[in-house]
């Protein structure tokens, strides 16, 4: 228990001056279905989500859209079994379960080319990286997806080779989760084994959503290697780690699902938790970065 709470000590301390960054207003919305075989035992279940990158004049942010439906959803069945009620002083509540989702997001900014990484592990914490330089292949090949009209792009990245297909007249330079450096936005791109797969679902403008792009400034700043040792001590002992961190620190513990606040705790008698209807694995031995090979 020490171990961990001297940990998540040192990583709280270990804040430095990110976000210098002004909010950067979300012009256009591109929608991927993310696939990845993350469990080589068992191919023909990959992992599914549903992912938007908002994209602005300077910055971008990938995030998942699967985790918002949900958490709108339950909040939904919360909102309406309380107003519907017979007794609003013993509630007992079903609500449906989440399910394994992304709990990363990714901000790129172009002109200081940082790249920031918002993860949950209990708390929100906040990393702070150069932004990574994808050495691309333009090659000749053309595609239409959808209406856009698309040029292909190769590279290798994080131990994977990708085939990418990007779109000039989208003069965005950034693309989902890392992907970035082509001349136009990337509409869709896989790695050769096909076990990493963003595939294009839709572009839309959103210019007059006002929609911001900015990293939490509420988040615990810390460093990506503090943040993996986090994550190696989560991994070894996932019980101690969730006791420590608990009983440690409080902050950057803010809310965005569906919230219990409004409602008198001793006013509900049960709540029970029914299936997901989304069968995403936990288990992750082929993870979307490799090492590479020496």
Request: net charge positive; proline share 5%.
């Amino acid at each position: 228990m020490k171990t961990f709470t001297v940990l998540l000590i040192s990583i709280c301390f270990s804040v430095y001056n990110a976000l210098a960054q002004t909010p950067d207003l979300a012009i256009a919305k591109t929608t991927y279905e993310f696939t990845h075989i993350r469990d080589t035992t068992n191919r023909t279940k990959p992992y599914k989500e549903t992912m938007v990158l908002l994209s602005g004049r300077n910055a971008s942010v990938y995030r998942s859209l699967t985790k918002q439906q949900q958490e709108e959803k339950m909040a939904n069945e919360i909102a309406n079994q309380v107003k519907g009620a017979a007794d609003p002083n013993h509630l007992s509540l079903t609500i449906t379960g989440g399910g394994v989702i992304s709990n990363e997001e990714y901000y790129q900014y172009t002109a200081p080319k940082k790249l920031y990484t918002e993860e949950k592990i209990i708390n929100f914490y906040l990393t702070e990286e150069s932004l990574p330089v994808i050495n691309w292949t333009i090659q000749n090949d053309t595609l239409s997806i959808g209406t856009l009209h698309c040029q292909k792009a190769t590279a290798h990245f994080k131990g994977r080779d990708y085939e990418a297909w990007f779109c000039a007249d989208i003069p965005f330079k950034n693309g989902p989760w890392k992907l970035n450096g082509l001349p136009g936005l990337i509409v869709q791109a896989a790695d050769v084994k096909k076990e990493v797969v963003f595939k294009f679902m839709g572009f839309e403008d959103i210019s007059q959503s006002k929609q911001t792009i900015q990293p939490p400034a509420d988040d615990i700043k810390t460093q990506p290697k503090e943040l993996a040792r986090l994550k190696e001590a989560r991994d070894k002992d996932p019980q101690g780690f969730m006791k420590s961190a608990h009983g440690s620190f409080s902050g950057g513990s803010r809310n965005t699902g569906p919230s219990f606040a409004n409602i008198d705790p001793n006013k509900i008698s049960s709540i029970n938790i029914t299936r997901s209807d989304n069968l995403n694995s936990k288990t992750n031995n082929n993870p979307i970065e490799l090492p590479e090979k020496k």
